[in-house]
Each structure stands twice: as C-alpha cells, then as structure tokens.
C-alpha cells in the first residue's frame, strides 16, 4: 500500500507546482493588462473649466480634455439634471471635440443655476453660477476681430479668451478659415454689477486654446475698428509695445512698476497687475507670480486705482 501512494507523491507534487506557476502567471497577465489599459485609456477629465460672456439670460462654459470627447452639459435652478444643452458645434447628438464650448440660452436675470459637465463616461462635481442683470445701454466698440493660424495653416477648431482687467472674461469659438468675432457689446464688470466701461487705449489680452496649442496676445483697445495681425499658435505677441525703444525708466518707477522684477516697465507688468486683481497682495498665482508688488498706490488692495496707475505709466513710456 505504501509503495502504491509513493507512487503517485512526486507527480502529485509536480501538478501541484504546475498549478500554482499557472495561477501566478494568470494574475500576472490580468494586471499587465489592467496597467496597459489604464495608460492607454484617453483622459477625458474636465480642464479649465471657464465661464465667459455671461449676461442676464445666457452664459457660454467651456473647456477642454486632453483626448477627443463626446460632451454635453445638464444644468438647472434646483439640480443640474434639468435640462440639456450641447455643444455649439453639434445639432442632435455630441461629437469629439478637444475644446468644448457650450452656450446655456433662454435663463432668467439675476438667477442662481446648477450644472454638471458630462464627458464621456465622466461627470463633473455640479458647479454654479448666477446671471446678470438687464444692461440700459450697451457698449460703442466694436467687435475684436481676427485670425489665427496652425503655422502657416488657418486653425479651424479652437477657442479664444478676451481679459480686460476689472471685465467678465469674453470669448468666441474659431471657425472655418481660423476666423473669430469677439462681440463687447455686453461685457459687464467682473462683479456684475453694471456694464463695463471700456476706454480707449486699455490694455486687453487674447488667449487662444486649442489641441494643436495656443498663443497670447497684448493688445490696446479702439474705438475705431480695430485690425490684429494673423495670430500663430505657440507666439506670444505684445502689440502695445512702441516700436521705439523707451528711455529707461528712473530707478523709482522701476521699484514701483517693475512687477516681474526683469529691469524694465512694460505690458508684461499690466499682465500681472491684471491677473492680481481683485485679489489680496499676499496672493501667489499659478507659475510662481507673487502679487505682492501690484498694490502700486500701497492701499491695501489691488483693484482698478492700480491698473490706471500702471496704464499711465506705460502711456508715459510709449510717448519717449
């Protein structure tokens, strides 16, 4: 009996082993490829999410993944699961975009609303925003009008941003030809409380967003038409610039208006005190940009008396 079990000890054994290699290898496989899926799957996470040309019954959201999506928004007064609104681009179903750009039509004044980004299979926390009031009268300048180009290539899918200090944030959509039209007919001040009241000569910033790149440009706004060179991706173009070279500016104005501390007084400056404002000087904003020097006039706040400050003095540089 002993000779028949020792008989069958060592196969059984081998078996054994044999079994338990199959099993270690099977769970080696199955997590390889959970890993290899994993990296491969496109991310279709919300980013920069973006509210622009907000008025008392409309309000465009947009932003971009890093992977092509199908994407919509549900929005709402008690939830976000109200209604629906899709992409501009789309008519009856969404389509895979990279830049996303979702206009909410027919809302109520002074009204608070809900909504939730849905990308693919993704939803976004349920974020809220509030309309503005009726405007009495509107602007008298006229639309930002311009182009941008994927080298020498118009650009026909992207978005582009329009930053005036003190202003709620515009945008328009490129279309066919890499054209866009900014209206500011209905630009409000950030808080909303009334429209805002452009002038002559601000400085104002374009940001183009798209999956091939974008681009930044500085720019004066006019009350006369006003005509932007051919915008090209991967450029950061400062157009307020005199095309003379300024006499430096005295040693005081540099500690008081150099924000970025690079030796000289230009828009690069006005960019910052834009980007601080409304915010305390203690503030440091993304990239390592302390806000510290942008309470020009030392009063505590950074608000609209430091952006005319620093206005005024890049006028005084540009007439050198």
């Known amino acids: 009996m002993t000779k028949f079990i020792n008989k069958f000890k060592i196969p059984t054994l081998l078996g054994l082993g044999i079994i338990f290699l199959g099993i270690v290898s099977g769970l080696y496989l199955v997590l390889r490829e959970q890993i290899f899926l994993s990296q491969a799957a496109p991310n279709l996470t919300p980013q920069n999410i973006t509210l622009t040309n907000l008025t008392e019954d409309s309000v465009v959201i947009s932003w971009q993944t890093n992977s092509a999506a199908a994407s919509f928004i549900t929005f709402g007064q008690s939830s976000p699961g109200e209604q629906t609104a899709l992409d501009d681009r789309d008519t009856s179903t969404p389509k895979p975009h990279s830049t996303h750009y979702v206009t909410l039509k027919n809302l109520l004044p002074k009204t608070n609303y809900q909504f939730k980004i849905i990308s693919g299979k993704i939803s976004s926390d349920i974020k809220k925003f509030k309309t503005a009031s009726p405007l009495t009268n509107q602007t008298i300048f006229p639309p930002i009008i311009g182009s941008v180009l994927n080298g020498d290539t118009p650009l026909n899918d992207g978005t582009v941003y329009l930053s005036i200090a003190g202003a709620t944030t515009q945008s328009a959509l490129i279309k ?44 004066q706004l006019a009350v006369s038409s006003l005509s932007l060179p051919p915008i090209k991706l991967g450029e950061d173009i400062d157009l307020t610039l005199p095309s003379a070279t300024p006499t430096p500016s005295p040693s005081k104005d540099l500690g008081q208006y150099d924000l970025n501390s690079d030796g000289k007084i230009n828009s690069a400056d006005y960019a910052i005190a834009a980007s601080c404002f409304g915010k305390k000087p203690s503030t440091t904003l993304p990239g390592k940009i302390s806000c510290a020097k942008t309470d020009i006039n030392g009063d505590g706040a950074i608000n609209q008396k430091d952006l005319d400050l620093m206005t005024k003095k890049l006028k005084e540089l540009g007439s050198q």
Do not use: C, H, M, W
Request: proline share 2%; aromatic share 10%.
């Open 176 to 219: 066919s030809g890499g054209n866009f039209l900014i209206p500011l007919s209905q630009i409000r001040k950030y808080d909303l409380s009334d429209k805002y009241q452009l002038t002559e000569g601000a400085i104002a910033k374009l940001t183009i967003r798209s999956d091939k790149g974008d681009a930044n440009v500085l720019f």
